[in-house]
């Protein structure tokens, strides 16, 4: 399996930005795809996870969502109000396993490489 995140940047606070992660290499529906991001020196956060169902941190519900195309093969990351905190590096992965272990990174079998986002206040 392969994951290739895009769609990272610089943005103001408040704005808006989506970001794209491919999947190549297996069946995509097989999977549960999720979100990640990790600050300088923070642990790696859970963001949202989606499979046959969504569920977004309750931490972040409200501005961001998460969608998946099984036809083409990509998950996606929309996230609105952005607040420099929000600065991070951002990295989709997949895992298979049971729906309730979809917030630690330990079940996921997969991640790509990561996608810069930064917010500047």
């Known amino acids: 399996v392969q994951l290739q995140a895009s769609g990272g940047g610089l943005v103001q606070a408040g704005e808006s930005l989506r970001l794209s992660c491919s999947f190549s290499?297996?069946?995509?529906?097989?999977?549960?795809m999720g979100w990640f991001r990790q600050a300088p020196g923070k642990e790696r956060e859970f963001i949202a996870v989606v499979w046959n169902q969504q569920y977004v941190s309750d931490k972040l519900k409200g501005r961001f969502t998460i969608s998946r195309d099984n036809a083409k093969n990509t998950v996606n990351l929309q996230m609105n109000s952005l607040k420099p905190e929000d600065t991070a590096v951002y990295f989709c992965a997949a895992g298979t396993g049971p729906w309730s272990l979809r917030t630690s990174p330990s079940n996921y079998n997969y991640w790509g490489q990561g996608t810069l986002v930064t917010v500047s206040s």
């Open positions: 290499g297996s069946t995509f529906r097989n999977y549960r």
